[in-house]
């Protein structure tokens, strides 16, 4: 017990100070991935006529809510169907693979129908959507595609909301019913990769093929 009392008085002495406390690790900020270069999915491509109908229905849509968006080029409207995946060179073995399976499909002949609009939470982006009734082919022919790609070996996903992005916008547009539903013509399916960040869309396969192409070859 005394030789506890002369410990602590030792220990309060001027000049003798208690050792120093660890200092704090500095916490390592999580690195955000950085993103593929490569994405890899198959799309629904509407018809030059519809694409340029469709393109010019965003432009007024963008002006007439004030989305102050980038609207999306003509040339670039599709529908996803399937994506194949992100990577830092494209895997030609699996774009192969890919191409074999949507080959076996007779091409896309059928209207699509999207009587609604809304944004989504996680960008903004405006979209197109319709229910079965309208889409109803178009998810017919995306089921005979996931099979195709199941026997290939690929592991499609079943979950689908079909929809069409417009607009990147700076604000949301509540879920609304548009004037006059969207009626366009599926013109082609495409395996396309998409050049993340650089705004490119690469078509490595299209069906039907393109006349332009098919007159080349």
């Known amino acids: 017990m005394g030789d506890d009392r002369g410990?602590?008085?030792?220990?309060?002495?001027?000049?003798?100070?208690?050792?120093?406390?660890?200092?704090?690790?500095?916490?390592?900020?999580?690195?955000?991935?950085?993103p593929m270069p490569h994405s890899l999915f198959f799309a629904l491509l509407p018809g030059a006529q519809?694409?340029?109908?469709?393109?010019?229905?965003?432009?007024?849509?963008?002006?007439?809510?004030?989305?102050?968006?980038?609207?999306?080029?003509?040339?670039?409207?599709?529908?996803?169907?399937?994506?194949?995946?992100?990577?830092?060179?494209?895997?030609?073995?699996?774009?192969?693979?890919?191409?074999?399976?949507?080959?076996?499909?007779?091409?896309p002949a059928?209207?699509?129908?999207?009587?609604?609009?809304?944004?989504?939470?996680?960008?903004?982006?405006?979209?197109?959507?319709?229910?079965?009734?309208?889409?109803?082919?178009?998810m017919a022919f995306r089921q005979r595609l996931g099979e195709a790609l199941a026997d290939a070996g690929f592991k499609p996903k079943r979950t689908f909301t079909p929809h069409m992005t417009l607009v990147y916008a700076r604000r949301k547009l509540e879920k609304h019913a548009i004037e006059e539903p969207v009626r366009w013509r599926a013109g082609s399916l495409a395996l396309i990769d998409s050049h993340v960040g650089e705004g490119v869309h690469e078509v490595l396969g299209q069906w039907p093929v393109p006349a332009s192409e098919a007159m080349a070859a």
Do not use: C
């Not at 410990?7 to 950085?34: C, F, T, V, W, Y």
């Open 7 to 34: 410990m602590s008085q030792q220990l309060l002495l001027p000049g003798i100070d208690p050792p120093p406390r660890p200092l704090p690790r500095p916490r390592s900020k999580a690195r955000r991935a950085e």
């Open 50 to 107: 519809d694409a340029a109908s469709i393109a010019a229905l965003a432009e007024r849509m963008n002006f007439q809510h004030a989305l102050k968006g980038t609207v999306v080029q003509a040339h670039r409207l599709h529908v996803t169907l399937f994506d194949l995946g992100d990577y830092a060179v494209v895997p030609r073995d699996k774009v192969e693979q890919a191409l074999a399976a949507a080959a076996t499909l007779p091409p």
């Open 110 to 138: 059928f209207d699509v129908v999207f009587d609604e609009a809304v944004s989504y939470a996680k960008n903004n982006a405006l979209v197109l959507y319709g229910d079965e009734a309208g889409a109803g082919a178009l």
